[in-house]
Each structure stands twice: as C-alpha cells, then as structure tokens.
C-alpha cells in the first residue's frame, strides 16, 4: 500500500485546513516545493499535490508549483484542485502530473469526465470522492451533491473511473483516525482502486488500514500528522507495508 504525503498549496504556500474548512488552515511551509524535497528527502517516493486556490477559482492557479516539483525532484505526483475543463487536465499532465484527479467536474460535468478517461486512460484520471455528513462534496467542498455515496460510486464505475481517492471531509485535519468501517465498506463496493485521506493522526491508523486486507485499498494520502512530526514517512510507509500477505513495493 502506497504512502502519499499531502501538499495542500493554497496562497502560494503548503498548508492543511480542518474539515476543508478554508477559514481554518495551517501554515506549514512557505514553500511548495520545499515541503516536497522534505517529504521525498524522508523516503517518499510519490505525493499528493492538490491545488486548494484551483478548486476555489475553478481552475488551475498552481501549476508552476507542480512544474517544479517534478521537474527538481521527479516523483510521481498525482495532482487535483480546478480541474475543470479538458485543457486544464492537459496542462497538468503536461507539466508532468503522473495522474490528474477530477473532483467537483467529475459530478458538475460528465462529458468531461468521459472525454478524458478517453484521451489520456483511466491510469491517469483519478476522481475525488470528498464525502460531508454522508454526501459527496463538491466546488472546493463548499457544496454537497444529492445522491447517496454509493450511488455516486456505481455512476463513476459505470462511466470506466477505475481508480478513485476517497477522503472523509469530516475527518480531514482532525488527526481522530479514519472509520475503518466506513473504508472497508467503500474499499468494498468500488470496482477498481481506491486512495483513502482523512483524520489519520498515528501510525495505529495506518495499521488498521493495512490490516483491512481490502486490495481495491492501495494507497493512504496523510498530511496533517507528518507535518506535525506523529511519525516519519520511514515508519508510515512501513506500517502500510504488509497487504493482503504480500509486501508493497511502496
């Protein structure tokens, strides 16, 4: 199972919210791209960039960011935050996102949705699940959609979304551990693979997410923890290590 470090940029620096709330972020580092040569200077080997300004505007504000973070350290990187039109999915794969992740578009705008798992391959079109009080959130979390989580699930599987990351909003920044429950049961019903984020806060958590043995569960996004030093990305990805009986290559 892979560990992805969190780098949440939003006024230019990396930051974290609490319960995707924008009123009620940390400050972490000035500097995107020097949170990212901390993280992989600690042993990641992929990262989670979202572009928070992106999914408040509805499009991109962050690429340079991103065109910097691979282009010095060369990690995959799958990135998200106002993907919200196929030429801005292009100039996130084109300034060298491993992986693009639809959010708020991927429910507001199928078509979009369908033209890019076209042209560029459910291998490299995440969507993000960011689920609030049972419902799945969207535009920057400000709003929620109508339909149940689950039947979000099964449109985005019927649409050929094969690769999904699941975040409970509720959670998120809380460090009170994920709903082990909640994980296995959406690990569960999705047809493909899926990346959980929200309220990780010790190594316990990740453990217990190991111990799921769900292998649709291939990857744990963590932010707030690592920033605040509950562990080190070294003992995160060996707790993530042990899946299903089989060693990750994380």
């Given amino acids: 199972m892979r560990l992805y470090p969190a780098i949440d940029i939003l006024g230019g620096s990396a930051v974290r919210l609490v319960k995707g709330d924008f009123d009620a972020k940390t400050l972490y580092d000035e500097d995107p791209v020097s949170a990212a040569r901390g993280w992989v200077a600690a042993g990641a080997r992929e990262l989670h960039v979202v572009d928070l300004d992106g999914a408040k505007r509805g499009e991109p504000v962050n690429i340079e960011h991103l065109r910097a973070i691979v282009g010095e350290l060369g990690v995959p990187v799958q990135y998200g935050g106002g993907l919200r039109s196929s030429q801005a999915v292009d100039d996130a794969l084109s300034a060298g996102a491993a992986r693009v992740i639809l959010g708020t578009a991927a429910f507001t705008d199928p078509e979009l949705l ?33 339909p149940s989580t689950d039947a979000v699930l099964e449109r985005l599987h019927e649409s050929g979304v094969e690769q999904l990351v699941y975040t409970n909003v509720d959670r998120d920044g809380m460090l009170e551990g994920p709903d082990l429950e909640e994980v296995a049961r959406v690990a569960d019903a999705v047809r493909g693979s899926v990346v959980y984020s929200g309220g990780i806060g010790q190594l316990a958590d990740l453990e217990g997410l190991a111990g799921l043995r769900r292998g649709s569960l291939t990857g744990v996004i963590v932010g707030k923890a690592l920033y605040e030093g509950r562990f080190t990305v070294a003992a995160a990805r060996a707790a993530l290590a042990t ?8």
């Fill in 114 to 146: 369908l033209r890019a798992l076209d042209a560029h391959g459910p291998d490299r079109v995440l969507v993000s699940v960011d689920v609030r009080g049972g419902r799945v959130a969207t535009a920057g979390w400000t709003e929620t959609t109508e």
């Fill in 243 to 250: 899946v299903g009986g089989c060693t990750s290559s994380a």
